[in-house]
């Protein structure tokens, strides 16, 4: 390479599944060459269901005009504005103003790198979960930012340890990532869950930075921690379109806050882009507009698939929670496990998580997430995505009852 790379990546990984997909894309070549299946890939949380219908049309009926072929507005059109609005007021009982405290985005992801840019100073400190969605470390670090790891533990129902909180050294705190329902774990939000964490943030002047995507998944109450009075002060909240309306490859969503907050945001985001395709933002719309039936609809089906990913679980000997929340069923690999035995890898520092996920993979040709890429505290974990559906859940089943079946022989 001709240059050096910036210093701020030095300690950022390519992201965990970007270098898996491209393992599986090789294990898959040969699968071929042998005459066998492709790997089911159970790992990533990607709906593959159809968006609401109604959005399609939108977009293509939008893609006919003419003005929708020009830059957008950095801060959206008006009618995603108001249609975020009006679906935080009538789902989550939160009034938001459209033209100050709403700022769309290219998928929340975008949102955690805008904040990170906007916030952190060198060697400012963030508060991530661990285990949590490793994007809040690496978009604090690719700032300049610290990230400090909180733990949650399934002993306290993978929620914060408050006492545990106010005990750390918190000088030098900006920023605390927040996220329930939980990915990976799946634990719930809750009313009294949100309050502590608004004046937890009020108290000692950090900024508390809600992802909740998945406050619509195997949830029947919906919850928003700007519900919370006088939240605006001291939170801020992402939220999308990906996980709620099969829409995550659209790339569509928004970040929800005081309107100073908003206005940082901004800054940086319209350094960045020239806005979103006209289409898209109303496509939005007429997704937000989904009422009960859809989410209904969408929540019967998740909970098939929650049972049809406890019976891998079954299969493979991991302790789950068969009312968890979200795309995701969380599993535990206990040290007894015999998929644990006499595996050439549990000498070489691998965690058993990681064993597990690695012999299903290369065994039984199925991929299940390994909870050591959420932190410290998923390392003795694994996690299915209920992204798949119950048919190709059975099929890594019967993959894996015979996998067992062999193991078992040996």
Sequence with gaps: ?????????EDVREYYFSRKLKEIAR???GREVLGEDAVINLGIGSPGGMPPQEAIAALCAGAQQSASHVYQSYVGIPELRNAFARWYEDW?????DPDTEI????????GIMLISLAFLDEGDRVLVPDPGYPAYSSASRL??????????VEEHGWQPDFDALESMDLSGVKLMWTNWPNMPTGAPASEELFARLADFGRRHGILICNDNPYSFILNGSPLSILSVPHAKECC???????????MSGWRIGMLAADREIVSQVLKVKSQMDSGMFRPMQLAAVEALAQGHDWFGRLNEEYRRRRIAAGKLFDLIGAEYDS???????WGKVGTGNPLLAGYAGCTSGMT????????????AGVFIAPGFIFGRNGSGYVRISLCAEVPVLEKACRKIEDMMENFILR
């Design 1 to 9: 390479m001709i240059v050096r790379p910036a210093k701020r990546t």
């Design 27 to 29: 294990l898959d070549a």
């Design 92 to 96: 989550y009982g939160v009034s938001l």
């Design 103 to 110: 700022q769309p985005l290219f998928g929340s992801k975008e």
């Design 143 to 152: 700032a300049g930012g610290v990230p400090v790891p909180y733990d949650l």
């Design 236 to 246: 801020l909240e992402l939220n999308s379109l990906s996980k709620a309306h099969n």
């Design 323 to 329: 009312n968890s929340c979200g795309m995701f069923l």
């Design 352 to 363: 058993s998580g990681e064993v597990v996920s690695d012999r299903l993979l290369h065994e």
